[in-house]
């Protein structure tokens, strides 16, 4: 119950495409949902976050979808860009707890 | 832009020694936290500590485990008799204040492989 399932594990898209990567939960308990960046050699950073009251989080070009009936939120990237290419872990956790529970996450080629 | 920083980054140890990983969280930040990422998984969160002690640990934080934070500055993690399955990435990380409302903000990771 303490899992977040992500899908892909990897996906490669042209300039410009729009990837989707997407993750489920069991747990009617999480509460906030950031999902992270991490480039080769360097750790994960903060890209957005999303609670269950909004159903859609937007910032520049990354939005959250997230549709709390059926347990799932997904990433878009808009407009993709080669600088894009990382790996990408959505995440989840429990009000009051300090832990992060985090997929396994997907890494992203986005071709010139 | 203040970073998390993490010593060594890559550590290769015998079976049964003992290591120790540093890390220098951001100079404002209260909370800290380490997590490991065994090759191919996910990351998993192993504790957080606050004031001193420990606020919250995983069910992979065991005996084997321990935190300190020696001075102003630095937070270590040691592990005293490494296995073949410590063998992982591990991050620091920090915040302002605990829940993770507030970003956690991760340093590069220190890769561990025993031998």
């Known amino acids: 119950q303490q899992q977040v399932k992500q899908s892909p594990q990897s996906l490669i898209v042209q300039k410009g495409g729009i990837p989707i990567i997407n993750c489920a939960y069991e747990n009617t308990a999480f509460d906030y949902f950031p999902w992270y960046q991490q480039f080769p050699g360097k750790g994960p950073a903060l890209l957005i976050a999303i609670r269950p009251d909004v159903s859609e989080k937007k910032e520049g070009r990354f939005t959250i979808s997230f549709n709390k009936s059926a347990k799932q939120f997904s990433l878009h990237i808009m407009d993709s860009q080669p600088g894009d290419s990382a790996t990408y872990f959505c995440?989840?956790?429990?009000?009051?707890?300090?832990?992060?529970?985090f997929g396994k996450g997907t890494k992203l080629t986005v071709n010139p | 832009e203040p970073e998390v920083t993490q010593t060594p980054s890559h550590q290769v140890t015998q079976m049964g020694q003992e290591v120790i990983l540093r890390c220098v969280p951001i100079s404002n930040h209260l909370y800290f936290y380490w997590y490991r990422q065994i090759l191919g998984q996910k990351v998993e969160f192993l504790v957080s500590?606050?004031?001193?002690?420990?606020?919250?640990k995983s069910e992979i934080f065991d005996d084997q485990f321990s935190v300190e934070r020696p001075d102003g500055s630095n937070f270590t993690l040691k592990i005293r008799s490494t296995k073949l399955e410590d063998s992982a990435m591990y991050f620091c990380a920090s915040s302002r204040q605990g829940a993770v409302r507030e970003t956690q903000y991760f340093g590069p990771g220190t890769r561990l492989l025993v031998l």
């Open positions: 995440a989840a956790s429990i009000g009051g707890s300090e832990k992060l529970v």
């Open positions: 500590f606050y004031n001193n002690e420990i606020s919250e």
